[in-house]
């Protein structure tokens, strides 16, 4: 990576300006899942070791620029303060007179979490003034907010044109190491997995990735626009038929890369698990619609991923939160989990899978980042991340 990271700083007794993704589900005042806030700890362990004041900031939710209870990152607060078995203080407001006095107040080594950014519409329009005061408590900026990295806010972007320094966070860092080695330097096989409902979704993924790929997995509802595009019979199934000739288009491309499912699991409606059979993908019968891959896309995936050497996915191959339409997606998760590849999982509903198929622990990389994942995947550049100074 050739950009400054938090090890390149002199900390000792700096106040430091972390932006963190705490954008954590919460209900009754508690989170639920804490791993975006365990993720940012090694880059926050790092600067209280060091002696740094650590003025964390986060968005959580789309409050639309006005604030609301129930977005507020207290509760965040309260589970930092308990994975660190030290106080966190919570200042109820990200810019103004509390957050000068409890900055003046802080010593080396304490750490303070300022409340929800997305309180004021400043942020999400990058407004040069809200940046400046943001910067205006510490000369250092720290993102390791990668799942933030794709937008160009006050707290991600703007900010650092008013700091001496900006640099990456260690979350941000291994984000970056990971999705970028799979991209520039890949040990081959390098075989990609592709699954969700639109190939819309992802024209730029799969354009970046033919380029690079040895082999393209697809899988989800977009597999049944490329299967129409062949002539087949999709019944009902999800289909973008303004995209049919792309479609064709990305075939022609791909040749032998591009690897459709062979066959799916079949039922008149999501909701209807008890009809759920077992079907050529190209013969969908009228009134049905294809779900999952069938248990023979499944194998011959799971033949082509435990040869690979580096493995990149991002999207189910079906409806997997229906238990009659899960098994294609936890196939292929066990079988990345299998493989001795260098695996990353882009986030999101593949990082929902790969936990509900009990493998996450067997994953060499698990993005946080869903929507800047799928961006870097396409090859865009990240205002978040180009924003930091390079080395």
Partial sequence: MDKITIQDLDLKGARVFVRVDFNVPIKDSKVTDDLRIREALPTIRYGIDKGAILLL??????????????????????????LLDRKVTFVPECIGSEVEKAVNAARPGDVLLLENLRFHPEEEANDPEFSKKLASYTPIYVNDAFGSAHRAH?????????????????LMEKELRYLGGALESPQRPFIAILGGAKISDKIEVIENLLGKVDRLLIGGAMAFTFLKSQGKSIGKSLCEDDKLDLARELLARGQSRIVLPSDAVASPGMDDEVSAHIVPS?????????????????????????????IVWN?????????????????IAKAVADSPAVSVIGGGDSAA?????????????????????????????????AALNDK
């Fill in 353 to 385: 899978a790969v936990a509900k198929a009990g493998v996450a622990a067997r994953i060499t990389h698990i993005s946080t980042g869903g929507g800047a994942s799928l961006e870097f995947l396409a090859g865009r550049v990240l205002p978040g991340v």
């Fill in 282 to 310: 190209g013969q969908i019968p009228e009134g049905e619609m294809g779900l999952d891959i069938g248990p023979k896309a499944s194998a011959e995936y799971s033949e082509i991923i435990r040869s690979a050497k580096t």
């Fill in 154 to 170: 006050a707290s991600t972007e703007g900010i650092t044109h008013y700091v001496q320094k900006a640099a990456a966070g260690f």
């Fill in 57 to 82: 900031a986060s968005h959580l939710g789309r409050p639309k620029g006005k604030p609301k209870p129930e977005f507020s990152l207290a509760p965040a607060a309260e589970r930092l303060s308990e």
């Fill in 315 to 331: 999207g189910p191959m079906g409806v997997f939160e229906k238990d009659a339409f899960a098994a294609g997606t936890i196939n």
